[in-house]
């Protein structure tokens, strides 16, 4: 894709460059144009070296090609960041006295803007005002977060982390093929207590269930996540519960799955729990050499779900095994789809290196029958939408 990135002048210009090489990463042609105060903060060199690409500031240069409208008509998607008060103001007025106002009009193309300032200056009724006017034609407001700003005080008009950016920004060119489903996904990994301070639990980090989260309300999903000690921070963009044990999985997942177009269980659960806590600490000296653990099964809240699903209501269920061998892997993965009793099964192998806490992730999906719908592999991201293509199919 054909990104234009708009900088404008403020302290957090800086971070436009990880903005900027983020979206290269992802592979898109990424077009600079920056303000004449931009560059007061970020060197022309930079963003060029990180662009891979000529920066654009003049509105007086490449005339004979018509370059004050040429940028914007070639943009699929423009991202300004940091957007300052100044340049919100402008945008919301349909200003064009600079190189960067005139491709914002000349466009088409979706504009997401990331706005950095002070507080004070964020709060102002004229820049609520503005930001008002910029959602009601459609614009992606990303941020701000709230944080340290550039002197001693904090509070909101902080610039939303780069990756962030770059994810909302690319979020608005995924297919809108969602839109009107709830779906409620469950992520991270249960942990059952054994006294005030110790309990059994696993490595999983939430980052593949937030992923999918993340890549549903991409697509237009109002998405609730269930996070079970998640180590992954979540976007004011979904619902988000927070659970601890099994038990609480079970019972937050069973109050929100009727409300569910399509219920997601990316959680690593604990299948026993101890049969009692202990109320204090347990102590070695108490315990002695050997301590004997009585657990007793967890629910299963998959195959619940699937007992009790509504009319049209898609389950998806994931199975997390250590076995190498592809066939046996597959075997494994059609047993658990039967039992378990969900419409697709998100078969990916876990161990002391994979799976657990990653950032890739390689799956194979099965239906009902055991048939591979599909099969991924590269980042939790991109898996996530390989799983909602899949889950798109079914509706079709
Ligand atoms: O969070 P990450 O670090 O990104 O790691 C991702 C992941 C490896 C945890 C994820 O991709 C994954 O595999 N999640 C499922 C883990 C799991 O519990 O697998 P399982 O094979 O033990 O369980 C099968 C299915 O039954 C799962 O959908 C599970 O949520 C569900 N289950 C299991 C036990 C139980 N008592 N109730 C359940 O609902």
């Given at each position: 894709m054909n990104i234009v990135v708009g900088v404008t002048g403020g302290?957090?210009?800086?971070k436009a460059v990880n903005v900027i090489r983020g979206l290269v990463l992802a592979g898109h042609d990424v077009h600079v144009v920056a303000t004449d105060a931009a560059l007061r903060f970020v060197g022309k060199p930079t963003l060029e070296a990180i662009s891979r690409n000529i920066v654009h500031t003049d509105l007086y240069e490449g005339v004979a090609e018509v370059r004050h409208v040429a940028i914007g008509q070639a943009a699929d998607l423009i991202v300004i960041a940091p957007a300052t008060a100044n340049s919100i103001a402008k945008l919301a007025a349909g200003l064009a006295d600079d190189l960067l106002g005139n491709t914002v009009l000349a466009s088409r193309a979706p504009v997401v803007i990331a706005p950095a300032m002070h507080t004070e200056m964020w709060q102002h009724p004229a820049t609520v005002h503005n930001i008002d006017v910029l959602r009601s034609r459609g614009v992606t407001v990303v941020g701000p977060a709230v944080g340290q700003l550039t002197g001693a005080d904090s509070g909101p008009g902080r610039l939303e982390e780069p990756d962030e950016i770059v994810r909302a920004a690319l979020a608005v060119l995924e297919?809108?093929?969602?839109?009107g489903r709830r779906i409620l996904v469950s992520a991270g990994g249960t942990r059952e207590a054994l006294d005030p301070v110790r309990y059994l639990g696993n490595r999983s980090s939430g980052k593949q269930g937030l992923a999918l989260a993340r890549a549903a309300v991409a697509r237009g999903a109002e998405v609730t996540l269930i996070g079970a000690n998640l180590e992954v921070q979540t976007p004011a963009s979904m619902r988000v519960l927070h659970v601890g044990s099994t038990l609480e999985l079970a019972a937050a997942m069973r109050d929100a799955?009727?409300?569910?177009d399509v219920v997601i269980m990316a959680a690593a659960v604990a299948d026993y729990r101890p049969e009692s806590v202990a109320e204090a600490k347990i102590k070695k000296e108490t315990t002695g050499d050997r301590l004997t653990l009585e657990l007793v099964k967890n629910p299963d809240i998959l195959a619940g779900l699937g007992e009790s699903r509504g009319p049209g209501q898609i389950i998806v269920g994931f199975a997390a095994e250590t076995e190498q061998d592809r066939d046996a892997l597959l075997a494994l993965g059609r047993a658990k789809i039967v039992r378990k009793g969900s419409d697709l099964l998100v078969l990916n192998r876990v161990g002391w290196t994979e799976?657990?806490?990653?950032e890739g992730n390689t799956v194979v999906v099965l239906d009902r029958l055991g048939d591979i719908v599909m099969e991924a592999s590269g980042s939790k991201q991109t898996v996530a939408d390989r799983i909602l293509d899949a889950v798109v199919a079914r509706f079709a």
């Open positions: 302290i957090a210009a800086y297919p809108k093929d969602l839109v799955a009727p409300e569910a799976g657990f806490g990653t």
